[in-house]
Structure formats: C-alpha cells, structure tokens
C-alpha cells in the first residue's frame, strides 16, 4: 500500500531532525505514538459486545436464519464422534496444500493407547505447476500417482487401507483402486484435524482453534440444533468459520485506519474483515503500516522510510514473533529492520517491539471473543451452568508467539467465567488428527455393524409378528378346550361388563404388595367417586400363618370403617386378589401359589374367599358382604367398561402382564352353557412356555430366564413386562462392552449388578425431552464412564428391547380382538381395551407402538386403548356392582351356590 502521500514525503527521504522545523520533540513524540498505537486497545466492553453478536450470528447460521449483517457460515463437518484413545490401526493422511504447492502423504499408525506411540511416515511431493493449472482431474490423477508412489516404497501388509483427505472441498476419486484397495472415509479441514489431534489429557476435547494464516475454529455442536441436519441425538462437529464475520455495530469501534487501509488494498475488500485483524496472513501488514505511519511522522527511524518499508507483504509473520519475543532482545529486532534497508536506533527496534506487541494482544483479544462466543454456545447448547472443556490450539501464530496465547487465556476467562478451560496444543493436526478422524469413522463403522449383528434378532418383522399372533390364537383354541396349552385360559365367572345403571355404595379391597388399601367405591349416575386408605402388611404377617394375615386384613377393614362411619352396615364387597388363582366361581378362588415376597402358610391350595369369611366371623362385632374375588386384569376391563360399554379386554403391562376378555360361553369347555359371554383371564404371561416361542428368544432372553426364580417359565411376560426389560438391556450392554463397543470396552462392576438397570431408565433414555447429556447423567448415575457415542448406542439398544416389547404385546392383543371378531362373524369389529401398568403409562413410546402393531396385524378391527384409572380398586367394586345388578337375591345373601356365585 502506498502510504506516502500521507506527509509529503518521497521514498528514502528523511524527515527534518530539528523539532524547530516541524519535527515533535521527545515528550511530544510518546504522546503520538500513544495515540497512534491507543487504537489498538479494545475495551472489555468492546470484546464482550463482539462476543454476543459474533454468538447471536452462530445461532442464526444454525438455525438457517439470514441476519442482516453477514453471518458466520455454520458448516456441519459429518464428524460426529472425539477420539476416546482406543483408536487403533494403520491409516493414510492425504495433505493437498497444506504446506504451499505440495502434496504430502502420511502413513500414521495408531496404538490405542499413549503409552505406545509409532512416528508417522511421511513424504512430501511438489505440485508441478502445469498440474496446479491444469484441469481438476489431472490433480488428483496426480494424487493417486503420488500415492501409489509412497505405498510402493511402504510396502503394506493389509491391502483393505483407510484414508482421510486434508483439504476442504469435495474431492472424486480417480485411480487409487487400480493396484490397492483404499476406502476412503473422511475429508477433514485443517481446524478439525486440530481438535481431533490432540492428546487425551484433561479431557475429550471438543473444541478446535487455529491461528495461522488465517483463523477458524470447530467444535462438538448438539446435532438437534443444527438445522441443516436431519438428526435429533447425538452430536456433530461445526466448522464455525468466523473470519467472515462483520458485523459493523460490534465490530467498528474495534478497527482502526490501518485496518480499513488494509482491508481497501487487498485481494478482497469488504470480506473476512474479523481473520484480517487476527490472521497471520495479516498481521505483519498491519505492523508495516503502523511503522510506515509512525516513519512518514518523525517518530520512528529519523524520519526516514526505506522502498522495502513501503512494499506490501515485506514484513512476515515470522518477523512479527521474532520482534515481538522479548527473549531475542533488540538484537534480531536490528537485523529485521536493517534487512528492510533502515538504520534503527536502540529505541526504534522498543518502539517496534510495542507496535508489535499491540497489534498482536488485539489480535488475541479478538481471537478470545470469538472464543468465548463459542464456548458460550457450548454450554448453553448443552444446558450447564458450568463447562469444563478442552481446546485443541493449532497455527503459526499460538506456536510461536507466547504472548499471543497468554493474553488468548487471560482473556478468555475474562469473557466466559463460567468455562473451565484447558488449551492444548494439538500434535500435527494435519497429519495425526486427519488419521484420528479416519481412525475413528472406522472405530463407529465397525461398533455400528456389531451393534446391528447383536440388535438384528430383536427386531421383528411383521411376518414375525403374524406368526406370534397364530401361535397365541391357537393357544387360546386349546386352553378354551382345556387341551394342553401354554394359556390357561381361566373363567373368571364375571359374565357382563357394566351398562350403565349400576348405583350404590361398595367395598372393595387390593392386596397385591406390601400395602393392602380399603376403598368405599360409591356408584352414581354419570360418577364412580373413591375414597381409600392404605395400610402397610408387615413382614411377619405376610411370611406368618393365614389366619395371622387374613385377621390383620380385616382389622384394616374394621379401622376403616370407624374411620368413614360404616359400622354395621353390610355392604357389597369386591376383592381384587393379584395372587395366581384358580377361580371356581366368581366369589371363589382357590391360590395357587404364593408370589411377591408372601409366605403366609396355610393359604396355598385353598379357597381365599372362604379365609376372608373365616377372619371375618372371628371378627363377630362386623359383617362383611363378600361377592367378589377379582383379577387386577379383569378389574382393569371393567372399570374402563364402565366409561366405554365396549371395552371387553382388559391388558396389564408392568412389572408383570397379562390380559382378559370376553369370550363366548360356548367355547368354555369347563363351565356349563352355551350362551352368554364369560371373562377369560388368559394368564398370557405363560404363553410360549412350550416352546413356541423359541425361535425369536435370543441368547439375552436365555440369561434373564436362567438367572430368574422360575426358569422356563412366564417366557411371554420375560420379553414384554417391566421386571425384565432393564435386565435384557443389561444383558446386551455387558455383551457390547465385552467386545469393546461401549464403555471403551472396560466393564464396571455396577454394570455386572443383577437388576440394577431399572425398566424405568428405559422410559427415561428413550423420553423425546430428554436432552442428550441427561441420557448421559442417567447412565452416569449408575457409575457408568461413557462418552456422547455411548448414551446414543444405549439409547438405540433401550429403543429396540422396549419395540419387541411393545410389538410383541400388540401381536398377543391382535390374536384377541380377531378372535372377538371371529366368534361374533363380523366383518369388522369396534371394540376397546382397558389398560393399566406402569411401563404402558410411562413409556413414552409404548402404547403408540402396540396400537401401530395391533393396526397391521388386526385390519378389520378398530380398536381404542383406555388407561384404566385406579382398575385394582373401582374395577372390583364395579365387578361387584354389577353381580349386585344382575344376581341380587344371591348377592344379599351372600351364598356361594352350585360351585360359586357367577356374574350372569
């Protein structure tokens, strides 16, 4: 740039030396040069106000919105995943440019650990010009020729080589297949190759820096608030690209006339004005116009300017570290200045010094605001309130100039208290950091393709699934019959669902746990209101004698009724009993077996009604009505029944499942009729005990049933309920670990904990709310060590084991409803199911999954799912409600006759 117009004087001309005749004494001449270099100096304010718009322009650029100032450019680089130190193998590194017109091959082997580290090879080739003029395919054929070069003098042992290419545009691949076979996986730029090449120290770094000639930065951005990706999980990383940045309202108090000069004279006016004030391309241009300035005003070198001085471009970079580092005195100072054809003074080559040194911390300044917006980013992206992270630095200008990267940090944790930050300079982010890049697409590539060999059986097809809805539908034919079958097919002699026009007030009790609760179920037009109180059933008297526990069931009672002034009245009473049953009426059921931590003796193989009445006549001050001993499944059907006259299935998915339904009476070969409807309960959780289920069990399913109380049995219940799903993901967890595709493949001892990965962690991991890092603070909770690559592979594997559940379940549901349709010979049917269960309520993606299944397998039926509000306790009063409807003169006299009262 031509500054000489600016005093008058011509090239090699000196400036009077008298101040008398024009020339600023020396008290005069600290102040103009103060003045001169105060333009240089940017106030917090300043910095704080680029941080805010250089970040409110990343948002912008993520999110595809045009700010009205050129925005930076928000690139998505496809690198999803950091280095975790594993990454191993042999890769090639293909640099175009990197070091002006050359080409560099790079052979660079990976250990997987620190401890063992294999110097790259390497081989440089110069770029004919011809080629560098040339067409775009006579570069790269000139590439593959260079390569093949380097792989003939190296020799290999594995033909299958990976490379990743370090430049930054799309590149075709022309001839590295004719003599090896070279996968190509990445094209990285410079910046990214930065952060992928540092070394695992404080942290996985997630933020890449370069100063060099220009300036770039890229870090790991939520992959949901990049716009331009179709991703909602897991991350990715975004070239941020701010040299471009330009905003004037922040920027314009920053830049000075030697900025604007600059800017007018280069190769591109107007644009990368933020890399103009920070880049190395620049910087030394910057400092020649500051000495020219100060020269052509008496206040540097006598006045005088020599033709080199006044050239564009004759002070480098690498002169602006070496005057700038105060370790190589002035000494270097003079030759640099006497190289440019000046005669410097011993204060020349101070003042040359603090030019330098203030374009240079403005730069850094500059540099830190940036910085900081991109931290900033990160952890409101990422919603912390404080963020620990690593930056990975790279450039000419952080590696040779100290000061540089001294002020960079001061001033960053100026701008971003908040931050805890460790920079880190990357090793050869060119060559090493562009193989870890490749290194780690390869790493996900091959974890993702055990991933999918060990998920493949999970995932069903609907052809799958048709045949689980066949097997289930014959199942029913055969337990109906009371041939052998894995369904038992139990009549629960409820035989109508409500209508409407049950009224009146009811007892109802629900032992099924460690609480026992008592309700008062008072039925009114259009209204069933409940009120209920819970008891605890102590330890001793589930694990006592029967009539210990039965006594304490009905001083519950007793207590209940003083407490809701029901003494002396003898109400109609409902008993919702979530034990195995064999019902032999609908107010008798004679107890399998005891479950759920209960060992009263005396109980097992007898009629439960009958104790209850028992313990009730020992207790002469009362009276109790007993109509009805009620499955939680069938006490689900009605109380949904009740809302809706067209529920006629009721569906428990929890801990257990299970499910009921109408069936007609004709089909029922253990009770007498042949019309009529009579409530099945299928007790399904058996279903596949005979091996039909043995071609979709996987080896996961295997050990959950091993390891399970009562192995081979309940199959169906063991791939679809709550107490199993946590555990089959366990399982599969510990199997991905042990081939290293989680958790850096180091097992925990949390992890090999029978039952430690809760069902509920699935409804939690897979909930769309659910932010990333909170999947990770689940997992996390659990003193699980994982990485952003990790949550998304636990996440996938918690999607796939609940899916089959779900699938499964609709399957068993389909086999239901079609065969409602099929007794009935109806074309199409409309019909609802009641459900209840925690893994059915609370999952987020359950019930939509099951009705989806349901829809494919059962076309002609129409089916609503209702959740059952309180199934245990209303059902039972409402089963009881309606016996009181249809059978009252049994009811009120409260007597079980040929084999049992039956809701007819």
């Known amino acids: ?126 770029i004919p010009q011809e080629v560098m003029l040339g067409p775009g395919q006579q570069l790269f054929d000139f590439a593959a020729r260079c390569l093949s070069e380097f792989l003939d003098a190296h020799p290999v042992k594995n033909q299958d080589l990976k490379l990743g290419f370090n430049f930054s545009f799309p590149c075709h691949q022309t001839g590295l297949d004719k003599t090896y076979n070279i996968d190509v996986l990445a094209i990285v730029n410079d910046t990214v190759g930065t952060m992928m090449g540092c070394e695992l120290g404080a942290g996985p770094c997630e933020v890449g820096l370069i100063v060099d000639t220009g300036t770039n930065a890229c870090y790991m951005e939520e992959a949901r608030h990049v716009a331009a990706l179709d991703e909602d999980r897991g991350r990715t990383c975004v070239s941020v690209e701010w040299g471009s940045f330009c905003d004037e309202q922040a920027l314009g108090p920053a830049l000075t006339t030697f900025d604007r000069a600059l800017d007018l004279e280069s190769l591109s006016p107007g644009a990368q004005r933020f890399e103009k004030m920070i880049g190395g391309l620049y910087l030394g241009e910057l400092v020649r116009l500051v000495l020219v300035h100060l020269a052509q005003h008496g206040l540097l070198f006598g006045g005088y300017t020599s033709p080199a001085l006044l050239s564009p471009g004759s002070i480098l970079l690498e002169h602006v570290a070496e005057l700038e580092d105060p370790t190589t005195g002035t000494a270097r100072a003079h030759t640099i200045l006497q190289d440019l054809g000046l005669s410097p003074q011993a204060s020349d080559a101070q003042l040359v010094q603090r030019v330098c040194a203030a374009v240079c911390a403005r730069a850094a300044q500059l540099c830190a605001a940036a910085l900081a917006a991109v931290l900033s980013r990160l952890q409101h992206g990422r919603e912390q309130r404080a963020l620990r992270v690593v930056v990975a630095t790279g450039g000419r200008v952080l590696e040779r100039q100290p000061r540089f990267q001294r002020t960079l940090k001061e001033t960053v944790a100026l701008l971003a208290p908040e931050c805890d930050v460790s920079f880190i300079p990357s090793v050869d982010g060119g060559g090493r950091g562009v193989a870890m890049v490749t290194a780690v697409a390869a790493r996900l590539a091959a974890h993702r393709h055990i991933l999918e060999e060990t998920l493949a059986p999970l995932q069903l097809t609907l052809e799958q699934l048709a045949v689980v809805q066949a097997q289930m539908r014959e199942a029913m034919v055969r337990g109906l019959r009371g041939e052998a079958s894995s369904l038992r097919m139990l009549p629960t002699y409820v035989r109508s669902t409500p209508d409407g026009t049950e009224r009146g007030d009811f007892l109802a009790l629900d032992l099924g746990g460690t609480n026992f609760r008592v309700l008062l179920v008072r039925v009114a037009e259009g209204s069933v209101q409940i009120i209920n109180q819970v008891y605890s059933i102590p330890e001793c008297v589930a694990q006592g004698s029967g009539q210990q526990l039965f006594d304490h069931i009905v001083d519950c009672i007793v207590d209940f009724q003083q407490r809701q002034g029901l003494m002396g009245q003898s109400l109609p009473l409902g008993f919702t009993f979530s034990f195995p049953c064999k019902q032999l009426g609908l107010d008798q059921g004679i107890l399998l077996n005891w479950t759920k931590g209960f060992k009263a003796s005396g109980c097992e193989g007898q009629d439960v009604v009958h104790l209850l009445r028992e313990a009730i006549r020992r207790r002469q001050a009362m009276e109790l009505n007993v109509v009805a001993i009620v499955n939680d499944t069938v006490g689900t059907m009605m109380s949904c029944g009740y809302d809706d006259p067209r529920c006629e299935m009721g569906l428990i998915v929890g801990t257990g499942t299970n499910a009921c339904y109408m069936e007609e009476l004709q089909n029922v070969a253990s009770v007498p009729g042949d019309s009529g409807l009579m409530c099945i309960n299928m007790e399904w959780g058996a279903f596949g005990d005979h091996g039909s289920l043995g071609t979709l069990s996987t080896c996961f399913d295997a050990r959950v049933d091993q390891a399970s109380i009562n192995p081979g049995k309940q199959r169906f219940e063991k791939m679809i309920s709550g107490m199993y799903l946590g555990e089959i993901v366990r399982h599969i967890l510990l199997h991905l670990t042990s081939l290293g595709v989680l958790f850096r493949g180091r097992e925990s001892r949390c992890l090999q904990t029978r039952g430690i990965f809760k069902t509920k962690f699935l409804s939690e991991i897979e909930s769309d709310s659910l932010a990333l890092r909170q999947v990770r603070a689940i997992l996390e909770d659990l003193g699980l060590t994982l990485t952003s690559d990790d949550a998304l592979m636990v996440l996938e594997v918690c999607q796939v084991v609940s899916r089959r559940a779900a699938q499964l379940c609709g399957a068993g549901v389909a086999a239901v409803v079609e065969k409602i349709r099929e007794n009935r010979g109806l074309q199409e049917l409309t019909v609802s199911v009641g459900v209840d269960g925690t893994l059915y309520k609370l999952h987020p993606h359950f019930s939509r999954l099951v009705s989806a299944t349901v829809q494919k397998l059962a076309p002609h039926c129409t089916v609503t799912f209702l959740q059952s509000e309180d199934g245990s306790g209303k059902g039972a009063a409402l089963v009881t409600a309606v016996a009181c409807r249809l059978t009252p003169m049994a009811v009120s006299e409260g007597i079980s006759k040929s084999g049992g009262l039956s809701l007819a």
Do not use: N
């Open 1 to 126: 740039m031509d500054v000489t117009g600016l005093s008058g004087l011509q090239p090699g001309e000196r400036a009077s030396s008298c101040p008398q005749e024009g020339m600023p004494g020396p008290s005069d001449s600290l102040d103009l040069v103060q003045e001169c270099l105060q333009q240089f100096t940017v106030t917090r304010t300043q910095l704080q106000q680029i941080q805010a718009s250089l970040l409110c322009s990343m948002e912008q650029a993520l999110k595809g919105q045009d700010g009205p100032a050129p925005s930076v450019r928000m690139l998505p680089t496809y690198v999803g995943s950091t280095p975790h130190g594993t990454e191993q193998g042999d890769f090639l590194v293909l640099e175009l440019g990197a070091t002006g017109a050359s080409l560099r091959v790079l052979w660079v082997t990976l250990t997987g650990t620190q401890e063992h580290r294999v110097e790259p090879r390497s081989q440089e080739f110069e």
